[in-house]
Structures are given as structure tokens and as C-alpha cells.
């Protein structure tokens, strides 16, 4: 394969490389036959394919083909089983391959920093260990079919807010303990074919741009042999890009920066061996996907199967208060739009269309049913009265309750973790009128449980998947049992997260360093209202006989109940206390265990030094004698034992002492974060005339300049087009539209505007809103600002040119919105249309 790549590019001019790592269209890679070199096609992802043949987007709007649409991987996470994972990994490759597409674009292992992050429910965890094995599990099970994966979104983004021009702050040992060590753990486990690298920058650098991350960390550290590709529209500076190994910028459909790096070559700026590289990786990956057997249908009824027992086995059963639950299907009445309108999946980049759909009303056919509340989660006097009655006339009720879409969504935060206000009300009614309620609840991340010490169990199902509603009615009524346990902390409160008051900033500071999730309550002793791990079971399970001989640690596991079911066993390290801080507790094994009543299992974990392993410099074990520690959950340890380890001298710094990462509890303050951090932290950039840049959003800019304000009016205009011309910011497709559309910068735009919005005219904007009308006329005018000779010759065009420019902005039309575009170039198709 080598030679014959060499071969290839042997033969191909400067501009046909270059040309070659910028997609064709939204979802292709450029054909040039001319070279023998194929297109192929990526879709996303993750739990499960969303894959497009007409109207392509980056959110989710437009049609796509029918596919499994898995439980997303907060749900799937909290199965804490590798082997399901697995299996419906393989199920989606199966899928994919036979939609014809060449990549699925996940799994999305970032870590689940804050719980307001919109697209939590995409991601596995708030713990590296458990996101990394599951992802790895994931990526093997979908490889093993042929097609290929990419791991998403490397590195540092943690938020929705501002992801396109953010920038996250961290110190090292944060970002390798935490941020980076779930990715790491693929990479070297299962090597997926495609790593996406994420929209924000890391420390000030993009990572698009960053070699250190893309380069000195993913190849060479970690050995990743296949392609970087952008996420869509996160291309920063393609010289730097080139030059960081960052191969294939989609989507496809612009030459933005072309001209630029071929200019870098021709004046030795950057090496055409960087530019060779990246192209033979795409050349690899094209080559690849041409062997792959498409078209194969697959078996909808048995990865519906699969949908289903991911479903109920990371359903998460947070209370059961006199065993009320498993009941009987007879006794029950369900209240609640979402037991009919489930909330299953979330809005967004991730958006399946199911191959079919089970609620709990479909599943418990004759089960008497009350809506109650509307799909924004409001309710109606008449409705409560409603609930109340068929409540009473129950023996049991069940309230289905949650996070409508408009809560949580990719493109955007939330603001706080409450519920909805009518969904709150209708719980607290049911649970008055009967004191034998039960909730089962659907959301993508945690929330608030006001009313939860007046209902009898609590039964969360994430956003389960097509099958959801199939996998809840077998967990109340006990054909089923619940053996899910959460991968993150629901937190009493939101001000008690240790991130509270940074999320969610531009420029964000990580300022909690290493203390996120658990590690930070446990250290802390901070209340939580469910513990990371937290997970109740029908049946319960009894630990004993803990052996460390060692690196190998065994236990034996008994089923003390009277039903079948599954335990997770959690396995933490705790290090010595003195030296470099470190949480009380982290997680380094853990393994989910079926056993029958009665029935005893041994359990086995292997550790390794990087169990063990702090970042101080290089991957380093301090010695001392560590706790080794079984747990049911992280605040339920069952067995302890120690494990003493020789291991060397890490250096503490001499801040530590009597800083909050020694102690923590609370908020980090920003001196606290200076120290950790080691060196200046990033302003904001100020926003002001003067000094826009095409890294700004025209939604940044608007309020300080008129250009910009009617960019981002024809831009919201454009969008409301595809809502009945209703601007209205209460719909989260619309929401997430404008923050994806106007709030991404100008440069982003001109990427994923597929060449609509040309680069000369987003440039001469910036310099006609920075007041500098000469630039912008010579911009606008057709040069773009890396074009710096001839300049002098275009001053004279006219105050007409830059009216005529406006309104052919004005008549951009962007990508991601309902509606046909004629000239739009990344309509889904073959990615022959790019051919040379
Ligand atoms: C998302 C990615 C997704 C891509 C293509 C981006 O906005 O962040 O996760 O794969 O769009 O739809």
C-alpha cells in the first residue's frame, strides 16, 4: 500500500495534493481519477447512522435514511459493559457499510466536566477510565465490520457554548489525567481509522492547528496510524493545519486557504513533505474504503434487539422505596406526554431517524394513559386535574417526566439543571393524589429532583434509543432487571459543581483541574444526590474474599437476593495521601457481573503502572502504599486492601501547600487556577471596532458594528426561512441554527458555506466593520487578505461594490437550514463533483 501511495503522489501536482485535503461535499472526500484515488463517504454517528443522500446539514435537520437508533451513550454508558457496547458497535458498522457510507463519525468520548453541557448525552463519562474503555469497545466493534470510525471530539471540548472560537485553558497534568487519557486509550486499544479534531482552541491553539496534539501526542506518543480529520468547519489556518498533521478539512466544497499553502511551499514556509504526508493519509483511508463490501442490508429486527438491551441495561434505578417496583403491568396507569412522545435520542449532529419506535404506551398495550402535558413539558389545569383522578383510580402511577428536546441539544448549554416547571407540577399532583408513584425519567444528562422525596422509585432511562420504551415497561414490571449505574455525579445542586462559575465562558478556565465528577465530591465529602456509580438493582449482591497478590486483585460476588441480575464492580485506587495531590479515589477497573440468585462469581482486575500513574513531566508512580479499593459505587466501598508500590520521587510543587487542590472544597478561585496553571492565562479577547478578525462570529460583532449587525439579521432571517419565517429562539433546531450558523466565525462560515460565501467577501466585511473601507474594497473586490501584492490597484472600485456586496451577502444561504439552495455545492452526492 506504501509504494503504491508513493506512487500516486509521485504523480500529482503541488495544487491537486493540497486540493485533495479539503473535502469534496458535505459528507465526501475529493475523487481525482485522474490519480486512481476513490471518494469516500462519512456520516455520522454515534449511536447509530445518521447517513444523508439529499439535503445534507450538520445538525440533524434534514432527512436521513432510516437506521437503529441506539440509546445515546449516556444510556449506553451506564451499562458499564464492554461486551453490549461492543455489539452495537458492530451493529452500526453493519449499518453503515450498508448505507453505502465508509466511516461513522464516533464515538464522542470528551468528558463530561459540567452537566450543563448540551451534548452531554453523546458523551460516556466524567471519568477517563470508563469513557476510554467504552469508547475502545465501541470502536473495535464497529472496525471489526470493515467500515471505518472516528473518534471524536479530540480534544478539550467540554462545552457548547462558543465551540467554534472557545478556548480551553488547562494545565498539563489536567489535560493528560483527564482530558486526553480516554482518547489515549482508544487510539492505543483500538486504533480507530479517523480521529475528528475538536472545533475550541486548547491553550490558546486551535486544534486544528495544534501539532503538539495532533503530532507530538496522537502519532508519536500514542502511535495513531490513520487520518485527522476536521470537525465540520473547524479548520483554523490550513498552513499550520498542514504542518500539525491535520489531514482532511470537512466539509468539503470551499478552497479557502488553498492558495495559502501553496504559496507557503513555494516560499519554504512549510515543507511539501507536510503537505505529502496529509494527503498520502487520505489517499490511504480512500483506498481502504474502496475494499470495503457495501450495500449489505442488515437485520432491522436484531439490532433493534441490541437498541433495546443496551437500553435496559443502562437504565439506572436511582430509588425503590419499599420495593415497589417490579409491579404489575394491571395496576398502572402512565401519565405523561413522554410516555406516549418519548424523549429518546437528542437534537443535533447525532439525529436518527429510527428504523422504528416502541414508547411504553406501545409497550403496555391497555395500559390506561394520561398525557397531561404538552411536548415542551407545559401543563394545563384540566390536565392536572386529569392526572390526579387516573392516578387515584390506580394502584400505582407512573409519571414519565424529564428533559424535552428544547432543554438540551447540541449548539448550546444549559443554563441550569431544572426540569420543566409543568413537569415538576404534574409529578408533585400524581404524587399527592397517590402516594404510590413511580417516575421514569428521560434526559441526556442530570437534573433536578425537587419532588423525589415524595415519590416511591425513580427509574432514569437516559435517551434510550428506538426500543426505549420496550426496556422500560421490562424493568418496572421485573422481566428485566435494572443493573445500570451512572457514570456521572448528579449533584445536589448546580453552585456545588466544582465548575460552576467557569463553564460556560469563552475562554474557558479548568481552573477544578483534575478534581471533576467524583474526584472532587469524594475528596471534598461534598453532598451529591447520586453518586458517580450509583445504581440499584432488584436483587442485591454481597462482596468478599478481596486477594491483592500483586498487581492482580480478586473477589467473589454473591447474589444474596431472590432474582437474577448483574452487579458492577468498580475498582478504585486510592494514593497516599502525602506528596502530589491526588482525589481521594479514582477508578482503574471495573467489570459488570451476572449472576444467578444464590449464585457466586469471582472477579478479577489486573493493575498496571499507569493504574497508579500521575503526570508530572512524563507519566511517573509516586511509591507508597496505596488503598485498593471494591466498590458498588464510588461512595460505596465494600472491600479495601493495599497494595504497597516502590515507585519514585514525584516532585509537589511548592504552591500546593494550603491551596485549594490540596484541600478542595468549593469554587477554585482564579489565584488558586493562576498556580495551577504555571504560567499567563488568556484574556478574553476584547470585542471592539478595531479589532475584529474572521475568528469572531458577525453575532459577536453585530452589537459594534452595522456591517456585522445586518450579517447576523440576514443570517437569522435566512434561518427563520426554514420556520415559517418565525424567529423564534424558544424552538432548539432554530436555537442551535443561529449558534451554530452566526455565532460560528466568519472563517467557519466560509468553510462550511461550501464556497457560497466566498472568502474575499467575509474578509472585506471584517475590514469594512473594522473601519478600514480601503481593505474592504480591495477584499471585496476579489482579493482576500492573504493576497497582499496588487492591493494598491483596487482601491478605487466604489461605494457601489460594497452595496452589491451586501446584498449578495444578505442572500447567503447557509449551510445546516431547511430549504433548497441552488448553488449550495455540498448537497450530498457521489464526491465526484470535485473532480479534476
Ligand atoms: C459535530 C460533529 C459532527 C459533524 C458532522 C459537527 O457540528 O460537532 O460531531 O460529526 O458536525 O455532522
Given amino acids: 500500500m506504501d509504494n503504491k501511495i ?19 461535499d458535505f459528507w465526501h472526500s475529493k475523487a481525482m481519477k485522474k490519480y486512481g484515488i476513490p471518494s469516500f463517504m462519512m456520516s455520522d454517528g454515534p449511536h447509530g447512522l445518521r447517513v444523508q443522500k439529499g439535503e445534507a446539514d450538520m445538525l440533524g435537520v434534514n432527512k436521513s435514511e432510516p437506521a437503529t437508533c441506539f440509546p445515546t451513550a449516556v444510556t449506553g454508558g451506564a451499562t458499564w459493559d464492554t461486551e453490549l457496547i461492543r455489539a452495537e458497535g458492530k451493529a452500526i458498522g453493519e449499518e453503515g457499510l450498508s448505507l453505502g457510507t465508509n466511516v461513522v463519525l464516533g464515538p464522542g468520548v470528551n468528558i463530561k466536566r459540567d452537566p450543563r453541557c448540551g451534548r452531554n448525552f453523546e458523551y460516556f463519562s466524567e471519568d477517563p477510565f470508563v469513557a476510554g474503555q467504552m469508547g475502545a469497545a465501541w470502536v473495535e466493534g464497529a472496525q471489526s465490520t470493515g467500515i471505518g470510525t472516528s473518534l471524536k471530539h479530540f480534544a478539550a471540548n467540554n462545552q457548547e457554548y462558543k465551540r467554534f472560537n472557545g ?44 501539532k503538539m496534539l495532533l503530532n507530538d501526542i496522537l502519532r508519536e506518543e500514542w502511535g495513531f496510524k490513520g487520518l485527522v480529520v476536521t470537525d465540520w468547519g473547524a479548520l483554523c489556518d490550513r498552513v499550520k493545519a498542514m504542518e500539525a498533521g491535520c489531514d482532511l478539512s ?80 394491571e395496576d398502572i396507569v402512565l401519565i405523561g406526554d413522554m410516555a406516549k412522545n418519548m424523549r429518546y435520542q437528542g437534537s443535533g449532529s447525532s439525529h436518527i431517524n429510527p428504523t422504528k419506535l416502541t414508547s411504553l404506551v406501545d409497550a403496555l398495550p391497555g395500559v390506561p394513559y ?157 453532598p451529591v444526590r447520586f453518586p458517580f456509580g450509583y445504581g440499584l438493582s432488584y436483587t442485591a449482591f454481597s462482596y468478599s474474599d478481596l486477594k491483592i497478590e500483586d498487581r492482580c486483585v480478586t473477589a467473589t460476588i454473591t447474589n444474596t437476593g431472590s432474582t437474577e441480575g448483574a452487579e458492577v464492580v468498580q475498582l478504585y485506587i486510592a494514593a497516599p495521601r502525602s506528596g502530589l495531590f491526588r482525589p481521594l479515589r479514582e477508578l482503574k477497573g471495573f467489570v459488570k457481573v451476572f449472576i444467578e440468585p444464590g449464585e457466586s462469581k469471582e472477579v478479577s482486575f489486573t493493575l498496571d503502572d499507569r493504574s497508579f500513574a500521575v503526570w508530572s513531566d512524563g507519566w511517573k508512580v509516586p ?24 515507585g519514585e520521587e514525584v516532585p509537589v510543587p511548592a ?7 490540596e484541600a478542595p472544597y468549593g469554587l477554585p478561585s482564579d489565584s488558586d487556577f493562576t498556580m495551577l496553571f504555571g504560567g499567563p492565562i488568556q484574556p478574553e479577547p476584547e470585542i ?95 482579493k ?29 444561504k447557509l449551510p445546516a437550514r431547511k430549504g433548497k439552495s441552488k448553488k449550495r455545492r455540498h448537497a450530498s452526492g457521489s464526491g465526484e463533483n470535485a473532480e479534476k
Fill in 6 to 24: 508513493k506512487k500516486i503522489l509521485a504523480k500529482m501536482t503541488l495544487e491537486d495534493k493540497i486540493s485533495l485535503c479539503n473535502g469534496a
Fill in 167 to 210: 478556548n480551553s485553558q488547562m494545565d498539563e497534568r489536567t489535560l493528560r489525567e483527564i482530558y486526553l487519557s480516554a482518547f489515549e486509550t482508544v487510539v492505543k486499544k483500538a486504533q480507530p481509522a479517523t480521529v475528528m479534531c475538536a472545533y475550541p482552541m486548547l491553550n490558546g491553539v486551535h486544534c486544528s492547528d495544534n
Fill in 250 to 329: 470537512m466539509p468539503g466544497g470551499s478552497d479557502y486557504m488553498e492558495d495559502r499553502v501553496a504559496a507557503a511551499v513555494r516560499e519554504g514556509k512549510l515543507p511539501e513533505s507536510a503537505v505529502d504526508a496529509c494527503a498520502a493519509r487520505v489517499i490511504r483511508l480512500a483506498l481502504l474504503a474502496k475494499e470495503q463490501e457495501l450495500e449489505k442490508p442488515f437485520d432491522i429486527e436484531a439490532h433493534n434487539a441490541v437498541a433495546q438491551k443496551v437500553a435496559e441495561g443502562g437504565a439506572v434505578l436511582l430509588k425503590n422505596e419499599d420495593s415497589i417496583l417490579p409491579l404489575k403491568a
Fill in 370 to 526: 394520561v398525557a397531561c402535558c404538552n411536548e415542551k413539558g407545559e401543563v394545563t389545569k384540566s390536565g392536572l386535574s386529569e392526572a390526579r383522578k387516573a392516578a387515584r383510580d390506580a394502584k400505582i402511577a407512573v409519571v414519565c417526566a424529564g428533559l424535552p428536546d428544547i432543554y438540551e441539544s447540541e449548539g448550546f448549554d444549559r443554563e441550569n439543571l431544572k426540569m420543566p416547571e409543568g413537569h415538576v407540577r404534574m409529578i408533585e399532583a400524581v404524587a399527592d393524589a397517590n402516594p404510590n408513584t413511580v417516575v421514569v425519567l428521560f434526559s441526556g444528562c442530570a437534573v433536578e429532583l425537587p419532588w423525589l422525596r415524595k415519590v416511591k422509585a425513580v427509574l432514569y432511562m437516559g435517551l434510550p434509543g428506538q426500543a426505549g420504551g420496550q426496556a422500560a415497561a421490562n424493568l418496572l414490571t421485573g422481566k428485566a432487571t435494572p443493573s445500570g449505574k451512572l457514570t456521572e455525579t448528579w449533584p445536589l445542586r448546580l453552585n456545588l459543581v466544582p465548575s460552576y462559575e467557569t463553564f460556560g465562558k469563552k475562554y474557558t478556565h479548568y481552573s477544578e483541574g483534575i478534581y471533576v465528577g467524583y474526584r472532587y465530591y469524594q475528596t471534598a465529602g461534598a
Fill in 623 to 646: 511509591g507508597g502504599v496505596y488503598a485498593v479499593e471494591l466498590g458498588a459505587s464510588s461512595a460505596d466501598i465494600r472491600l479495601s486492601g493495599e497494595l504497597s508500590l516502590k
Fill in 655 to 661: 504552591w500546593q501547600e494550603e491551596s485549594w487542590y
Fill in 688 to 782: 471592539r471596532r478595531g479589532n475584529f478578525t474572521m475568528e469572531m462570529s458577525c453575532m459577536e460583532m453585530k452589537d459594534f458594528s452595522p456591517v456585522m449587525n445586518s450579517m447576523f439579521k440576514s443570517t437569522e432571517k435566512t434561518i427563520a426561512q426554514g420556520f415559517g419565517g418565525k424567529v423564534d429562539y424558544s424552538d432548539p433546531t432554530f436555537k442551535m441554527m443561529v449558534m451554530s450558523g452566526a455565532d460560528s466565525p466568519l472563517r467557519a462560515m466560509v468553510i462550511s458555506s461550501g464556497g457560497v460565501l466566498p472568502a474575499n467577501v467575509a474578509e472585506g466585511m471584517v475590514a469594512l466593520a473594522n473601519g478600514n473601507p480601503i481593505a474592504g474594497l480591495q477584499s471585496l473586490g476579489g
Fill in 784 to 812: 482576500s487578505a492573504a493576497d497582499k501584492e496588487d492591493s494598491e490597484k483596487k482601491t478605487g472600485k466604489g461605494v457601489k461594490k460594497i452595496t452589491d456586496r451586501l446584498d449578495a451577502i444578505k442572500s447567503i
